[in-house]
């Protein structure tokens, strides 16, 4: 499987020279809620309103996904569904992790141990294959900027993206008022099954809400 959307986020939040992640926590909302739209678009979960529920505990193959999908279900713990906000909320940290811990296993970045000070320990994740990262701001810079038309997982992460205010890491050096406007109306376009948007919309209220909630 491609590199999920999750990971994507993660790659866009890493610094092209430290490997250090920036914006952690605005991200780590973005990376919940990837995982959870990737789901959606693998007919696994679905988003209905505030409330997320499992559709089909079929494996996906994708480990980072299918990891999420078992512990969603062990969360729901016999309930139809629980709110998507109570989720981010409980997973967000955890999910950021394990997505970098996907993109480890898949090579496309290493972790390096340092010592700040000589003291703390700190983790760094310099590329070792800058394919993806590239390949993933060609896609958005064709669509935010350039004006092509999407598919539903670039609507998809698009969205995510302007929920959780991460424009400066997908555009880095674009003022944000040149790729607000087309962020969001590419986050209200009709891009995708109406199931597909509506969960989209129902995920950028969720995080919006859950960020809030969390500062």
Same mark, same amino acid.
């Given at each position: 499987?491609? @590199? ?5 986020? *993660? ?27 990737? +789901? ?5 979960? &679905? ?23 078992? +512990? ?13 906000? /109570? ?14 811990? &996907? ?6 970045? @290493? ?5 700040? +000070? ?44 302007? &929920?959780?205010?991460? /424009? ?14 087309? *962020? ?18 129902? *995920? ?12």
């Amino acid at each position: 499987m491609a @590199v999920t959307l999750a990971e994507e986020i *993660m790659l866009l939040s890493l610094d092209d020279e430290s490997g250090v992640p920036e914006q952690r926590h605005a991200a780590g909302w973005a990376v919940a809620g990837g995982i959870l739209l990737d +789901l959606v678009l693998a007919g696994r979960l &679905s988003v209905e309103g505030k409330y997320l529920e499992v559709a089909d505990r079929t494996p996906t193959g994708e480990q980072l996904l299918d990891d999420r999908l078992v +512990l969603i279900d062990s969360w729901l713990g016999g309930r139809d569904k629980r709110r998507v906000t /109570h989720w981010l909320k409980r997973d967000h940290t955890k999910a950021a992790k394990a997505a970098m811990e &996907s993109l480890c296993a898949r090579g496309v970045v @290493v972790e390096q141990q340092h010592r700040a +000070l000589g003291l703390f320990p700190t983790r760094r994740y310099p590329e070792a294959d800058g394919g993806p990262e590239r390949e993933l701001r060609q896609r958005l810079r064709a669509v935010v900027l350039d004006g092509a038309a999407p598919d539903e997982r670039a609507a998809g992460l698009i969205a995510l993206i302007h &929920s959780a205010k991460l /424009h400066r890491l997908a555009f880095p050096g674009v003022p944000r008022k040149e790729v607000a406007d087309r *962020m969001a109306e590419v986050a209200d376009g009709q891009w995708a099954a109406e199931s597909v948007r509506a969960a989209i919309r129902n *995920m950028q209220t969720a995080i919006a809400a859950a960020a809030v909630a969390g500062t």
